[in-house]
């Protein structure tokens, strides 16, 4: 099974988003445990991947690629993994605010955090603060992670903190933000948990948020 891991690790830092299906389909069928196919695999080529991104050996294009490949090997995994199996699962959910439509690095956040292990949920994009509040309280996530690309739409972060400390919202719930704009002294202004300026720098911040790092 070694060998399918590997692969599996590489096909990631190849971004071979046309093979990587196949090659999990063929693991699957040799007797490779999903669990160990996503977390030795798949996760620790991404993460590789988000090393050399945040070493500046890789760009933009190459990060979406191999985000790409590692979804399309976890769209295999994911089903075939036994209710109940693996470990404590934490619940990130992730949106874009009120009128910003922006989500490239929304969706590199969320690849990165799946292949770290968290159950992530996604929202999408121009949502309202009540929406991200509702949803968040519907599926019991324990981080909300917003994003903004532009200077107009930074206030809507604010916004939502705000309504979540009002409502009582804040209890038990962490809430980070990020985007281009985003600074460490804005995050700290608006009394939000965190901010990162990359994907894996969001991972390394949710795992200290949860207690995992």
Avoid: C, W
Avoid at 136 to 158: C, D, F, N, Q, Y
Wanted: no cysteine.
């Amino acid at each position: 099974m070694k060998e399918y891991v590997e692969r599996l690790r590489q096909a990631v830092i190849d971004y071979d988003m046309e093979g990587i299906g196949a090659l999990a389909e063929e693991a699957l069928a040799k007797g490779l445990d999903p669990l160990v196919g996503i977390e030795e695999g798949l996760a620790v080529g991404i993460r590789e991947v988000g090393r050399r991104f945040g070493a500046g050996e890789l760009f933009l294009p190459e990060l979406v690629m191999a985000a790409e490949a590692m979804r399309a090997g976890v769209a295999v995994f994911q089903p075939r993994i036994p209710e109940g199996a693996g470990r404590t699962v934490h619940r990130v959910l992730l949106a874009t605010v009120q009128d910003d439509i922006h989500e490239i690095g929304k969706n590199l956040v969320a690849t990165m955090l799946t292949a770290n292990g968290y159950e992530v949920v996604d929202i999408g994009v121009n949502k309202p603060v009540e929406e991200i509040l509702k949803e968040a309280e519907r599926i019991g996530a324990e981080v909300i992670g917003v994003s903004a690309l532009m200077t107009t739409t930074m206030p809507r972060m604010k916004e939502l903190i705000d309504a979540a400390v009002l409502r009582g919202a804040r209890h038990g719930k962490r809430y980070i933000v990020g985007g281009a704009p985003v600074t460490e002294q804005y995050s700290k202004d608006i009394r939000a948990d965190g901010t990162a300026g990359d994907a894996p720098g969001a991972v390394q911040l949710v795992n200290r948020l949860v207690g995992d790092g």
